[in-house]
């Protein structure tokens, strides 16, 4: 099994920052890509972070040029660095990893949430 803690979310206002981290353990022998999701009340999860194993990097249209998503492999966490943020970036945010366990099994699993408020 695979746990995944999320942490760095709160209450900021317009302009500020925010760095989300998610840390994955458990029985993982690889990870292929990690990504951050956003999902407001009645609203389908949405991509906005994306980074592979290899280091490829993508994001949502309204998110470029503010955020950043990057990894440290040998700690198997990614980070969102949220600059400049705005209150339309009020969600709660979502740690999604792929992993390839022990029986070379892929698989998906999502962090428990955190939530993002911009306000002043």
């Known amino acids: 099994q695979v746990q995944l803690v999320e942490s760095g979310g709160g209450l900021v206002q317009p302009g500020e920052s925010l760095r989300l981290s998610c840390a994955a353990s458990g029985r993982i022998v690889s990870i292929n890509s990690m990504g951050w999701y956003r999902q407001g009340p009645g609203k389908r999860r949405e991509l906005v972070a994306e980074?592979?194993?290899?280091?490829?990097?993508s994001y949502r249209d309204s998110v470029k040029g503010r955020f950043t998503i990057s990894r440290v492999s040998a700690k198997n966490t990614v980070y969102l660095q949220m600059n400049s943020l705005k209150p339309e970036d009020t969600d709660v945010y979502y740690c999604k990893v792929t992993v390839v366990g022990s029986g070379l099994d892929i698989s998906v699993y999502w962090g428990q949430g955190t939530q993002v408020t911009v306000s002043s």
């Open positions: 980074i592979t194993g290899g280091g490829s990097t």
